[in-house]
């Protein structure tokens, strides 16, 4: 049996808390979002109706009491330094709070472009040790879930770790898809392999691997230590997945910290939520299911709140009300900006600053920031980018050899709009 959290452990938390630098890798194009990540990294994606991404992360970081935050930044982060800057800086730097960016400098001597996610901290290890943290914790910008890292950092400490990966349960079918662990029944990590091609199950259950979450807290001494170690190997590809975790698992303090212990559930809630919105269909499922009834993640928890930026929209509406066009939205989340003028929107998200014109119809769809859609269009089981602009009369959804040749279809049958595949079909 796999040992869980100790329980009333770490009453000096909060105070190591504050010794702690958070990393948050946000440099990545998650090129499996296809064109959604032509002119944005994945962190930056619009997500839920008025967040990004990385507001997940960076609302855990501020509400498990961590104040000092570095995001490290490289493909296309025009984007993503503009929603920090504008949403996050409320901290105060005179209390020692901070979220600095940190793009891709070439800062050591090779003068390389981060080659992985280890070499991205390690080409700002002066910054880091400016900050002299005894604890760093380095996350992934690009998931979507609620997480107290305090409790995280609470079993570090007691399981007196090196490091300490957070670990969740993957089906096996996915589970090349991360990095898979084999561990003992105190959690200690006996195995760890990058992206195996034939991941090992947990013993006893053949259909489900133990996954890393690319969540990892170090000591930061040994942090160091273990960078300066890796830059200097040729064969190394620099990775704390492929390559520094693994170098570390022999000596027995490699931890697994399971993510049903620091999940950050409300009463109603039936499962640890964490998604990687990696792929087209993953990040559609994700955002329609916010609309159901009682979905997955829990937006509205007033003691875990989502911080973001937020833009001064005036509250969404809905106009006309005869036999022939209604403006009515059902099943569906409607963010500020939005008009919906004699138009039916069904099961569908809209981000802000979405219009909706008369004899429209949407249905379980996701239409991000300053769409339009034109009169009598149909959109069914899509995805519209940013600052489309739909034909009027234009359907999708019914055809799927015709959207496949307009537009992207994924084999689940879900299109993806962009302007540019817009412009081809007027050319």
């Given at each position: 049996?796999?040992?869980?959290?100790?329980?009333?452990?770490?009453?000096?938390i909060?105070?190591?808390?504050?010794?702690?630098?958070a990393?948050?890798?946000?440099?990545?194009?998650?090129?499996?979002?296809k064109?959604?990540?032509?002119?944005?990294?994945?962190?930056?994606?619009?997500?839920?109706?008025?967040?990004?991404?990385?507001?997940?992360?960076?609302?855990?970081?501020?509400?498990?009491?961590?104040?000092?935050?570095?995001?490290?930044?490289?493909?296309?982060?025009?984007?993503?330094?503009?929603?920090?800057?504008?949403?996050?800086?409320?901290?105060?730097?005179?209390?020692?709070?901070?979220?600095?960016?940190?793009?891709?400098?070439?800062?050591?001597?090779?003068?390389?472009?981060?080659?992985?996610?280890?070499?991205?901290?390690?080409?700002?290890?002066?910054?880091?040790?400016?900050?002299?943290?005894?604890?760093?914790?380095?996350?992934?910008?690009?998931?979507?879930y609620?997480?107290?890292?305090?409790?995280?950092?609470?079993?570090?400490?007691?399981r007196?770790?090196?490091?300490?990966?957070?670990?969740?349960?993957?089906?096996?079918?996915?589970?090349?898809?991360?990095?898979?662990?084999?561990?003992d029944?105190?959690?200690?990590?006996?195995?760890?392999?990058e992206?195996?091609?034939?991941?090992?199950?947990?013993?006893?259950?053949?259909?489900?691997?133990?996954?890393?979450?690319?969540?990892?807290?170090?000591?930061?001494?040994?942090?160091?230590?273990?960078?300066?170690?890796?830059?200097?190997?040729?064969?190394?590809?620099?990775?704390?997945?492929?390559?520094?975790?693994?170098?570390?698992?022999?000596?027995?303090?490699?931890?697994a910290?399971?993510?049903?212990?620091?999940?950050?559930?409300?009463?109603?809630?039936?499962?640890?939520?964490?998604?990687?919105?990696?792929?087209?269909?993953?990040?559609?499922?994700?955002n329609?299911?916010?609309?159901?009834?009682?979905?997955?993640?829990?937006?509205?928890?007033?003691?875990?709140?989502?911080w973001?930026?937020?833009?001064?929209?005036?509250?969404?509406?809905?106009?006309?009300?005869?036999?022939?066009r209604?403006?009515?939205?059902?099943?569906?989340?409607?963010s500020?900006?939005?008009?919906?003028?004699?138009?039916?929107?069904?099961?569908?998200?809209?981000?802000?600053?979405?219009?909706?014109?008369?004899?429209?119809?949407?249905?379980?769809?996701?239409?991000?920031?300053?769409?339009?859609?034109?009169?009598?269009?149909?959109?069914?089981?899509?995805?519209?980018?940013?600052?489309?602009?739909?034909?009027?009369?234009?359907?999708?959804?019914?055809?799927?050899?015709?959207?496949?040749?307009r537009?992207?279809?994924?084999?689940k049958?879900?299109?993806?709009?962009?302007?540019?595949?817009?412009?081809?079909?007027?050319?």
């Amino acid at each position: 049996m796999i040992q869980p959290l100790e329980k009333g452990f770490g009453s000096d938390i909060p105070q190591r808390l504050r010794k702690t630098l958070a990393l948050v890798l946000a440099g990545g194009r998650g090129s499996r979002l296809k064109a959604l990540t032509d002119w944005h990294a994945k962190p930056a994606i619009p997500f839920g109706g008025k967040f990004r991404i990385i507001d997940f992360t960076l609302s855990n970081c501020i509400n498990s009491g961590i104040r000092r935050i570095g995001v490290l930044t490289q493909y296309k982060a025009h984007s993503l330094i503009q929603h920090v800057q504008r949403g996050w800086g409320f901290l105060r730097g005179e209390f020692n709070e901070f979220i600095e960016l940190w793009p891709a400098q070439q800062r050591t001597d090779g003068e390389n472009w981060y080659r992985g996610t280890a070499d991205a901290v390690y080409q700002n290890l002066d910054i880091i040790r400016d900050h002299a943290p005894e604890y760093v914790l380095i996350l992934a910008g690009d998931h979507v879930y609620k997480m107290d890292y305090g409790k995280m950092l609470a079993d570090h400490v007691s399981r007196d770790a090196a490091v300490t990966v957070a670990c969740i349960e993957v089906p096996i079918a996915k589970a090349s898809d991360f990095g898979v662990m084999a561990i003992d029944e105190n959690r200690r990590v006996l195995r760890f392999d990058e992206k195996p091609l034939r991941p090992q199950p947990i013993p006893g259950r053949p259909d489900v691997a133990l996954a890393s979450m690319g969540i990892y807290i170090f000591n930061a001494e040994l942090l160091y230590d273990l960078l300066e170690t890796d830059a200097g190997l040729d064969m190394s590809q620099h990775d704390f997945g492929r390559d520094v975790i693994p170098s570390l698992v022999p000596t027995g303090r490699v931890v697994a910290h399971r993510f049903e212990d620091s999940c950050v559930m409300d009463g109603g809630a039936e499962e640890a939520y964490w998604r990687d919105v990696g792929t087209i269909d993953a990040y559609w499922e994700a955002n329609v299911d916010l609309c159901t009834v009682t979905p997955a993640l829990n937006m509205y928890d007033e003691n875990w709140p989502i911080w973001t930026d937020l833009k001064q929209n005036p509250p969404a509406k809905f106009v006309f009300d005869s036999d022939d066009r209604r403006g009515l939205a059902v099943d569906s989340l409607v963010s500020g900006g939005c008009i919906i003028s004699g138009a039916t929107v069904r099961r569908s998200l809209l981000f802000s600053d979405v219009r909706v014109n008369s004899f429209c119809a949407v249905e379980d769809s996701v239409l991000l920031p300053n769409v339009e859609l034109g009169r009598r269009s149909q959109i069914r089981r899509a995805i519209v980018d940013t600052g489309c602009s739909i034909p009027p009369e234009l359907v999708v959804g019914e055809d799927p050899e015709l959207d496949a040749r307009r537009f992207f279809r994924t084999e689940k049958g879900i299109t993806l709009i962009t302007r540019r595949m817009l412009e081809k079909l007027t050319v």
